[in-house]
T-cell receptor, first 113, second 115 residues
Framework: KQEVTQIPAALSVPEGENLVLNCSFT??????LQWFRQDPGKGLTSLLL?????REQTSGRLNASLDKSSGRSTLYIAASQPGDSATYLC????????????FGKGTHLIIQP | ETGVTQTPRHLVMGMTNKKSLKCEQH?????MYWYKQSAKKPLELMFV???????ENNSVPSRFSPECPNSSHLFLHLHTLQPEDSALYLC??????????????FGDGTRLSIL
């Protein structure tokens, strides 16, 4: 059974810092890995999806990497801003095709102005 | 409207009531999902529909009954729920192609409270 772990559970940093969020998964036979953010009382916003054949994916100040063999992914946020404050979740599909996602518990991020 | 829309946003019901949650996606996707998000726990997959056919039931109690009349609409019918069913219920959709590697898009959820 796939298990997803995210470290740290919570993080508070001053504005402007670069930071790294970590995600690990137990079964390396994944099709892709997806990073989301969730604001309080809201649903999930998709940030990045990395295919199993890719090593990294970038969108603006966000960069996600994937190392399938070691079962790890990182989300790098450059020049953090207060608007980045949210819970960040990583998830992997249960299989291929129309499969649900297995989620980690998330990292609760606070960027101090 | 765009994206994935869920109604109602909030629902309070007694354990003997019957209610339904609605999800509509405006993205032209062919797969839809129900997830449950409880406090202090990771999101849990409940059901998957692919081309209106249920392909996954993640050991969900029968008091939750999904319905997918077409690829744009998904319902979750609720009856005789328990207090531990209080949670945020999230709907998602995605486009499933041969590679199956498309992102899932989520609605804002329905916050359900069972009295």
């Amino acid at each position: 059974k796939q298990e997803v772990t995210q470290i740290p559970a919570a993080l508070s940093v001053p504005e402007g810092e670069n930071l790294v969020l970590n995600c690990s998964f137990t079964d390396s036979a994944i099709y892709n890995l997806q990073w989301f953010r969730q604001d309080p009382g809201k649903g999930l916003t998709s940030l990045l999806l990395i295919q199993s054949s890719q090593r990294e994916q970038t969108s603006g100040r966000l960069n996600a990497s994937l190392d399938k063999s070691s079962g790890r992914s990182t989300l790098y946020i450059a020049a953090s801003q207060p608007g980045d404050s949210a819970t960040y979740l990583c998830a992997v599909p249960l299989g291929g095709g129309a499969d649900g996602l297995t989620f980690g518990k998330g990292t609760h991020l606070i960027i101090q102005p | 409207e765009t994206g994935v829309t869920q109604t109602p946003r909030h629902l309070v019901m007694g354990m003997t009531n019957k209610k339904s949650l609605k999800c509509e996606q405006h993205l032209g996707h062919n797969a839809m999902y129900w997830y449950k998000q409880s406090a202090k726990k990771p999101l849990e997959l409940m059901f998957v529909y692919n081309f209106k056919e249920q392909t996954e039931n993640n050991s969900v109690p029968s008091r939750f009954s999904p319905e997918c009349p077409n690829s744009s609409h998904l319902f979750l019918h609720l009856h005789t729920l328990q207090p531990e069913d209080s949670a945020l219920y999230l709907c998602a959709s995605s486009q499933v192609d041969g590679g199956g590697n498309q992102p899932q898009h989520f609605g804002d959820g329905t916050r359900l409270s069972i009295l």
